[in-house]
């Protein structure tokens, strides 16, 4: 996992809450991402705080002032 994605898994409280607060995922699912998932991007940083930028900043740009 990227630094992004498990500082948002931990915020989340784990893999299982992050899973449950999505919905529709299994906790390993969560478990095996390298990478946010694209189409996951939106609801994790919603769940967790962390920025869109921070998690895919290959789709999103890299974070400006603002962002962080």
């Known amino acids: 996992m990227c630094d ?9 409280g784990g893999p299982a809450a992050l899973a449950r607060s ?14 946010c998932p694209p189409e996951r991007v939106l609801d994790v940083e919603r769940i967790t705080g962390v920025s869109r930028h ?15």
């Not at 992004?4 to 989340?12: F, G, P, R, S």
């Open 22 to 35: 999505i919905g529709g995922l299994t906790p390993q699912a969560v478990s095996q991402w390298r990478k």
């Open 4 to 12: 992004a994605i498990e500082t948002a898994v931990e915020m989340a």
């Open 54 to 68: 921070l998690l895919r900043p290959d789709i999103f740009g890299p974070a400006s002032e603002s962002a962080v």
